[in-house]
C-alpha cells in the first residue's frame, strides 16, 4: 500500500513557477514509476508528466507541458517532484500525482495503470 500527498499548489500569474511535490508513504516508493496527471472541470483527466527511476531513468512529458515543466524524484525523501516553469492560464487544474509498479511499467500515459493516487492539488494560474 502506497499512500500519495500532494502539496505546493497554488495561485500564480501567468509566466510564473510553481514547485509541487508529492509525498509517498512506504518503504517501496523505488520500485513505483511516478506520474502527474491533472483535471480541469468538465475534462477528462490527462497525462502532465512521469518518470521511471531516479538517477537517469526515463522521463516522459505531455506535448503541452514539454519545455516547461521538468519531473524528478528523490528516493531518500520518498518525494516526487514536478517543477512548472513559464506557467499559461490554460495550466490551470486540479494536480494528481499518481504510482505505477515499475515491475509492470507500461503505457506511461494510461491512467488505469497507475494503482495509487493522491487526493491532488489546486493550481490555478491567472492571466
Known amino acids: 500500500q502506497v499512500q500519495l500527498v500532494e502539496s505546493g499548489g497554488g495561485l500564480v500569474q501567468a509566466g510564473g513557477s510553481l514547485r509541487l511535490s508529492c509525498a509517498a508513504s512506504?518503504?517501496?516508493?523505488?520500485?513505483?514509476?511516478m506520474g502527474w496527471f491533472r483535471q480541469t472541470p468538465g475534462k477528462e483527466r490527462e497525462f502532465v508528466a512521469a518518470?521511471?527511476?531516479?538517477?537517469?531513468?526515463?522521463?516522459y512529458y505531455a506535448d503541452s507541458v514539454k519545455g516547461r515543466f521538468t519531473i524528478s524524484r528523490d528516493n531518500a525523501r520518498n518525494t516526487v517532484y514536478l517543477q512548472m516553469n513559464s506557467l499559461k492560464p490554460e495550466d490551470t487544474a486540479v494536480y494528481y500525482c499518481a504510482a505505477q509498479p515499475l515491475s509492470r511499467f507500461g503505457d506511461y500515459d494510461l491512467q488505469a495503470l497507475y494503482d495509487y493516487w493522491g487526493q491532488g492539488t489546486q493550481v490555478t494560474v491567472s492571466s
Open positions: 512506504g518503504r517501496t516508493f523505488s520500485r513505483y514509476a
Open positions: 518518470i521511471t527511476w531516479s538517477g537517469g531513468g526515463n522521463t
